[in-house]
């Protein structure tokens, strides 16, 4: 079963077991988490697509709360001498998906 559904403002294709990356939740490592905003599940070649969201939810854990990788913004003008260069590491949730009902 494959479902496509909104997480933090992000649309996500998911499946049952998958563990994938969000933007940062606000919840504690070990909650349950349940998404309403499923917009498209696919079963068994079935297709539902809602109108603007179906009726079923996607249960989630937190496995825990993480940084991604360093993003480096270097900025620079040329013959004035400025440079600058700075870094960013954006929170994100690690969730795993437990099920999906229809």
């Known amino acids: 079963m494959i479902a496509i559904v909104t997480i933090g403002g992000q649309q996500f294709k998911i499946r049952e077991g998958q563990e994938l990356f969000v933007n940062k939740l606000s919840a504690n490592e070990g909650d349950a988490l349940t998404f309403d905003e499923v917009l498209l599940i696919e079963n068994e ?47 994100m949730t690690k969730i795993q998906i437990e099920s999906i009902s229809a």
């Open 45 to 91: 070649g079935n297709v539902s697509i809602g109108t603007p969201h179906l009726s079923a939810s996607v249960s989630a854990k937190v496995l825990g709360h993480v940084k991604a990788d360093k993003k480096i913004i270097f900025k620079k003008k040329r013959r004035k001498g400025y440079k600058l260069k700075r870094g960013h590491r954006q929170p």
